[in-house]
């Protein structure tokens, strides 16, 4: 059996993880939040894709892309989150199981983080766990993808 691949996106402005807003994003930059990933990928025998934009419509194409090439999809878009008609209707539309991930807990912040336009069209949400949640999510997504295996 090949080794399932699971796309981890990261939507505008993670990038500045990091470096700036410690007290609510933590301390940890993309780059070790991805080396931690990668590593907790090998014990699971799965391989990532991890990659971030600044750019609504490139995570869109990397969603379409995710449907096709990835056996799961993990995805913290971040401001989009809230916003975004565009990445909701991208979301639906891809078959693969899919997480969606936030460093904090956006229903103990400001009113306009408390909606979200992924959580409706995706398997399961993890928030509030800081940077620890994407390895959680890793976890949770290699469970859903050799779930579906027994079930073919
Ligand atoms: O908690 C999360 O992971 C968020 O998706 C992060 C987004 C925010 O808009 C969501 O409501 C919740 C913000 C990402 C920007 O991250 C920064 C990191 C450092 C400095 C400035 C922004």
Same mark, same amino acid.
């Given at each position: 059996? +090949? $080794?399932p691949v699971i796309?981890?996106?990261?939507g505008?402005n993670?990038n500045?993880?990091?470096?700036?807003e410690?007290?609510?994003?933590?301390?940890? $930059?993309?780059?070790?939040i991805?080396?931690?990933c990668?590593?907790?990928?090998?014990? %699971?025998?799965?391989?990532?894709?991890?990659?971030q +934009?600044? $750019?609504?419509g490139?995570l869109?194409?990397?969603v379409?892309?995710?449907?096709?090439?990835a056996q799961?999809?993990?995805l913290?878009?971040?401001?989009y989150?809230? +916003?975004?008609v565009? %990445?909701?209707?991208?979301?639906?539309a891809?078959?693969?199981?899919?997480i969606?991930l936030?460093i904090?807990?956006i229903?103990a912040?400001e009113?306009?983080?408390?909606k979200?336009m992924?959580?409706?069209v995706?398997t399961?949400?993890i928030?509030?766990?800081? $940077?620890d949640?994407?390895v959680?999510a890793l976890?949770?997504?290699?469970? %859903?993808?050799?779930k579906s295996?027994?079930n073919?």
């Amino acid at each position: 059996m +090949t $080794t399932p691949v699971i796309f981890i996106l990261n939507g505008p402005n993670l990038n500045l993880l990091g470096v700036r807003e410690p007290a609510v994003y933590g301390h940890d $930059t993309l780059e070790q939040i991805e080396q931690r990933c990668a590593s907790r990928a090998g014990k %699971l025998k799965v391989e990532i894709d991890f990659r971030q +934009t600044n $750019t609504e419509g490139e995570l869109i194409d990397w969603v379409h892309e995710a449907n096709s090439q990835a056996q799961a999809l993990i995805l913290n878009a971040a401001g989009y989150s809230h +916003t975004s008609v565009a %990445l909701h209707d991208a979301l639906k539309a891809c078959s693969i199981p899919k997480i969606e991930l936030h460093i904090s807990n956006i229903h103990a912040r400001e009113a306009f983080r408390h909606k979200s336009m992924v959580s409706p069209v995706v398997t399961g949400l993890i928030c509030g766990f800081g $940077t620890d949640g994407y390895v959680m999510a890793l976890d949770a997504a290699a469970r %859903l993808i050799e779930k579906s295996q027994k079930n073919q």
